[in-house]
T-cell receptor, first 113, second 115 residues
Framework: DVKVTQSSRYLVKRTGEKVFLECVQDMDHENMFWYRQDPGLGLRLIYFSYDVKMKEKGDIPEGYSVSREKKERFSLILESASTNQTSMYLC????WGTGYGYTFGSGTRLTVV | AQTVTQSQPEMSVQEAETVTLSCTYDTSESDYYLFWYKQPPSRQMILVIRQEAYKQQNATENRFSVNFQKAAKSFSLKISDSQLGDAAMYFCAYRRTSNTDKLIFGTGTRLQVFP
């Protein structure tokens, strides 16, 4: 069964900590994405990558960075976590081109205290 | 910029009845894709249905069908014979046909199903 795996389902971090959210897919997909989900705001794109070592800013990249050293892994980094980054984070992947939908991970609920 | 609007934050339906979730979008493109995703309490986003804008025929997947009105930029989801397992958040999403383009989501509709 193909899947996108996010390393943590729940995470609690302190303000100012550096936080790594890991995402791994086993479908050989070129494109990978990080979204943030908040009530009433839907899903908002933070960063995406369409190739190894490539990255593109999404709609809300401030306070975040990403790393894609291998095709199957896409990491989201919060350099200095803040309470307004408390949210649900969803990773997704898709095939290059076409109109295929995305395959999503099951999300990481991050709480920054 | 493209936008997707879901004007119904919450909807409810009786089991076995039919419900329609609304979605409108704004784009200047002529070719694109539209999607409905379901997010149950497990949080796993599941693709429900997909529509290609150049196809006039409305997509159907079992009990799920869409009413795609390209000129009106409307893309509603109809769920027939609703089941308790249909209770979830439903997100409408848009994507251009560019290879590197991204999904743009609406704010979601929470569907409750009553026995």
């Amino acid at each position: 069964d193909v899947k996108v795996t996010q390393s943590s389902r729940y995470l609690v971090k302190r303000t100012g900590e550096k936080v790594f959210l890991e995402c791994v897919q086993d479908m050989d997909h070129e494109n990978m994405f990080w979204y943030r989900q908040d009530p009433g705001l839907g899903l908002r794109l933070i960063y995406f990558s369409y190739d190894v070592k490539m990255k593109e800013k999404g709609d809300i990249p401030e306070g975040y960075s990403v790393s894609r050293e291998k095709k199957e892994r896409f990491s989201l980094i919060l350099e200095s976590a803040s309470t307004n980054q408390t949210s649900m984070y969803l990773c997704a992947s898709s095939l290059w081109g076409t109109g295929y939908g995305y395959t999503f991970g099951s999300g990481t609920r991050l709480t920054v205290v | 910029a493209q936008t997707v609007t879901q004007s119904q934050p919450e909807m409810s339906v009786q089991e076995a009845e039919t419900v329609t979730l609304s979605c409108t979008y704004d784009t200047s493109e002529s070719d694109y894709y539209l999607f409905w995703y379901k997010q149950p309490p497990s949080r796993q986003m599941i693709l429900v249905i997909r529509q290609e804008a150049y196809k006039q025929q409305n997509a159907t997947e079992n009990r799920f069908s869409v009413n795609f009105q390209k000129a009106a930029k409307s893309f509603s989801l109809k769920i027939s014979d609703s089941q308790l397992g249909d209770a979830a958040m439903y997100f409408c999403a848009y994507r251009r046909t560019s290879n590197t383009d991204k999904l743009i989501f609406g704010t979601g509709t929470r569907l409750q199903v009553f026995p």
